[in-house]
């Protein structure tokens, strides 16, 4: 047990959230810090992508009991709908059998959080900036406008949990040996609608994560709750099939027309949505190190923002507390040695799931309309079917499974060898499932 | 011509003045900001490496009518004389016959480029910080300290050759779509002093750079006109033969008679420089753009700094304002897209000679001392004198060329695929100057 201290967490996004549950019941006084008004209170809309809920999520909410009550608002989805063409629609399953992920609307899980934290004694204290942070002493300073009155709030920790434009890093970046990149994709996103039908069911299927690939664009959909789906549209902010290219209303919707003819029906507010939603940008932010002796700690996109391809930005940051939680129980009240273990193991496995995450774009976007790709997934579940504990499909080890993600990473590279090798054997396409297949696997997996 | 405008420089550094001095005859106002005292009336000295100036610095020099000013306090440097043990030095010329880098103290020039600034017609405000620059207008802000009251400057144009830890950059930073990234080494370095002999003469031949090479830690030497040496201790903030290993009188004088004997008479105040001067960080640091429509920019360590290892800091930043200059030349008043053209012809040579650089740590602390890599050093410069057309090696094209940094490092990687074979003949010891090994090379370099 560890001895109650007076934590502050900036930010009350669902890291912070779930954080602040996690501190309360160990304890600790907690309060929670945003510069944003209550979400329970505002209309959130506009700018988010679903989210996606997979194992390491499930399992941070799981040890600390909130799994059936996020559950319950998350929509389970087992496979990816390919749209190629106007009438055909290829489809993928993520896992084996009963292997799901959950769409999630953000606003609502969010609001959920924060009423979950409310129950469980956390206090919030909303449209409060803070501006900086004593990294000496955790004390942050309060106040309206970065150049106005500043106040102080004394605590014995403070958290950064404010997201990847963090005030909390931004004040520990001004250290020397700080390290920290952020860069930028050329890819855009926007928000658009496809709402429920009159009777309030699904206007597409809504146990899949749809996507229409189109090369370096593409427009995906997950299912709410309430009928609708979120639909996001990547796209790169200038050049060939560009957000610039879509300057007026004629433009737009000659483009869907002409890419995503099958959505004509689907999305009605295409127009108004496209024009009123804000483009978003997509970055990928590292630093190091996370801690500042037994004070100041950063934590989820504070730390390590990734862009959303892989949908895991929620499940890292929520396996970032199953690992601090770990640290907590492993050196109790030694907060100096516990945040420098969180740090120097978690940090290999961030870097590894930014790094597929961006891979994921060129997949998503590009190779799920790609023939040789589907070919090469349709062999790795053949043979994963058949040999469970000789292949597990690098999806599968990231999203269905805890193994860390660098861990992850490396044997996906070594499985991609491999499939590379069996995808240049003569006549693949028509003997993929033979044993002459099966044993080339096999051998190439154990010249290891 | 270009119609003259009212221009800020924010920094009174190396770059800054330069810059300064090619505006001001370009016909414009120009104002030098800088947070710190007149360099010219203070003592500077205990937190600088000596400068190096080779063929791109000269030649930004030289096109400004300043190149005899700025040698005439220089050091001509023909060759590392590298102290392997007590009594062991070997040397290694650095180019041709004639062919010498300059070693300056970094003092004595910046307060030469002050005068020279002041005399061309540039007016300098010292000990006026600036925090901020509006990116639409220019119009920077200034103060005594950050949270307290600012008042503004208005320019037609801001450029910051503030440093690696640039404001500029820093107001830059925060739009959306710019790419950053700092990245330090765990190199600290600290100055020490090799005063001259009482007859003012040089305790070392002046005309070496002295290198003291021991594998993951180093010292080098530089000489001042005035008879002394400017030393640079190279060696990891922690672990093995480190700063932090070197807490007390004892350890240190332990460590220099057991790693550096030979210095013992020559480095008289050991003991009192290194615990008196501070040690000192190494970054790399990158980021893109560089510029701000036709309103602001950055140039020098404020866009891309890098280690000391290849002796090119302030040559690069040199080059940076050959480079502007050129493309005022082209484009006179449409500052837009002359400074766009700026920043995208310059970024991938900066990233080159970053990369050279951190590659050359290695090189000088650890491979210095190694036969095989002489013996390459060796080989190349035989092949180079016999076949100047069709081998120039990687030093001299990065030091004694005018070729862009970028190609450099191409043609360098290649060149060391190269000799990568040719170390791998049998006996290459006793024949590395035979038709052999020559029509080897011949025939490899045709490969291409």
Chains 1, 2 share one sequence.
Not at 331 to 347: P, T
Not at 402 to 419: R, T
Request: hydrophobic share 40%.
């Amino acid at each position: 047990m560890q001895t109650p201290k007076k934590i502050a967490i900036v930010g009350s996004g669902l890291v912070g959230t779930l954080l602040a549950i996690y501190l309360k019941k160990l304890g600790h006084t907690v309060h929670v810090y945003d510069r944003s008004p209550d979400i329970r209170k505002i209309n959130f809309s506009g700018r988010s992508i679903n989210l996606v809920l997979s194992d390491r999520g499930i399992k941070a909410l799981k040890d600390v009991g909130l799994e059936d009550e996020v559950l319950g608002i998350g929509i389970p989805v087992e496979k990816r709908a390919i749209h190629v063409g106007v009438d055909t629609v290829n489809e993928q399953f993520y896992g084996k059998d009963g292997e799901v992920i959950y769409s999630l609307s953000r606003g609502l899980l969010n609001k959920k959080m924060v009423d979950l934290a409310e129950q469980a004694g956390v206090d919030f204290y909303f449209e409060q900036k803070v501006w900086d942070v004593d990294l000496n002493t955790a004390t942050i300073s309060i106040g309206e406008t970065e150049r106005g009155e500043w106040f102080t709030k004394d605590y014995d920790i403070t958290f950064g949990a404010d997201g990847a434009f963090s005030r909390i890093r931004h004040r520990m970046q001004r250290q020397s040996m700080f390290n920290y990149s952020q860069e930028f994709l050329n890819i855009g996103y926007k928000e658009l609608n496809i709402p429920a039908n009159p009777d309030g069911k699904h206007k597409l299927n809504k146990n899949a994560l749809h996507i229409w690939p189109r090369g370096n664009f593409m427009l995906m959909a997950l299912a709410n709750p309430n009928g609708s789906f979120t639909c996001t549209l990547f796209m790169p902010h200038d050049g060939e099939n560009s957000f610039e290219e879509l300057k007026t209303k004629e433009q737009l919707v000659e483009f869907f027309a002409k890419h995503f003819p099958d959505t004509k029906e689907v999305i009605p507010n295409l127009v108004e949505d496209f024009f009123k939603n804000p483009t978003s940008y997509l970055v990928t932010m590292k630093c190091f190190p996370w801690t500042f002796s037994d004070k100041v700690a950063l934590i989820g996109d504070a730390c390590h923002a990734i862009v959303p391809f892989y949908g895991h930005g929620m499940n890292a940051g929520f396996e970032d507390i199953t690992v601090l939680n770990n640290m907590i129980e492993k050196y109790g009240d030694d907060w100096a040695n516990l945040l420098n273990d969180y740090e120097n193991s978690r940090k290999p496995n961030t870097d590894a799931i930014a790094e597929l995450s961006y891979r994921n774009f060129m997949e998503m976007s590009s190779k799920t309309a790609d023939e040789k790709f589907l070919l090469q997934k349709k062999i790795e579940k053949w043979f994963s079917d058949k040999h469970p504990d000789k292949w597990m499909p690098l999806y599968s080890r990231v999203t269905f499974s805890l193994q860390p993600y660098s861990e992850a990473l490396a044997i996906g590279d070594f499985q991609n060898k491999i499939m590379e090798e069996i995808l240049k054997i003569e006549n693949i396409e028509n003997k993929w499932n033979s044993e002459e297949v099966e044993n080339m696997i096999i051998q190439l997996l154990n010249s290891k």
